[in-house]
């Protein structure tokens, strides 16, 4: 191929690179940073379901925080739905995610293991019996005054709150454990012809803790199976089924209307 040189004065090539220099984009890696700290997805596959993940080192830095929500301030009634939770937040906080955090009974107090603000509501559930809650093992979602996030199964968080080597300033217990150290709950058969929407929650390999519901029905191996092996996520907890399944996910347009018990959320220090 022919090579073809063209001459231009030295004044006419600065002046070239000097525009060519101010039409480059600015970089948006900061603002990209801070957007991808938490977000929430619809995906199709394997099935339909809703995701919202947050960075594991951003509940660090206190600008968000995880939270359990059950009782309205100053007092024992229920929050009972994400509206009552909005609407009782203090001014400077923002909800930027929200779902049902375990199971509860028709008081809607929790029947599992529940610490919120560093007070114990309900003593670790280690009993057997019948229902999803005792599908052993099950498992308990906590997390640290720091906001180190853990999702543990129920024994081996025994053995560590009596060693001092767990110190949950918040704690929801649910079961059955979906992902057990890389291993799907031995009692899921694939098979399965059990469907029903799900949800829960999975600490995973990118740094991230998600929260998934389901937007169609399922089987608990299908549900374990996207924490396993599309999240990778070497532990997760399932927190409830059917009707008490619930999202507040404003971002996609997620507010179901549903009345439960404990709620977890992403809150958004706005000071």
Sequence with gaps: MPNFALSLPLGAVALLLLSVSACQPISTDAADSEIQKWSCQTQDAPFSYSVCSIDAQALMNG??????????????????????LLATLPSNQALNFAMNAGMYNENYAPIGYTIIDGEEI??????????????????????????????????????QLNSGEAKPWYATQSGPMLVINNEIHPQFNPDSTSLKIRNGAGVCDDGHIKFVNSDEP??????????????????????DGGIASALYAPSIDKHDKKEMGVMVGLVENKD
């Design 63 to 84: 600008r968000y925080s995880l939270k359990l929500f059950w009782q309205q301030p100053d007092s024992t009634k229920s929050l009972l739905t994400f509206d009552t």
């Design 122 to 159: 309900k003593s670790l559930n280690l009993k057997e019996g019948g229902g999803n809650f005792h599908l052993l093992p099950n498992g308990v979602l906590w997390w640290d005054k720091v906001g180190k996030v853990h999702i543990t199964e129920s024994n081996a968080l025994n053995e």
């Design 218 to 239: 399922v089987t608990f191996y299908q549900f374990a199976s996207l924490f396993n092996d599309d999240l990778n996520c070497p532990n997760a907890l399932f927190l």
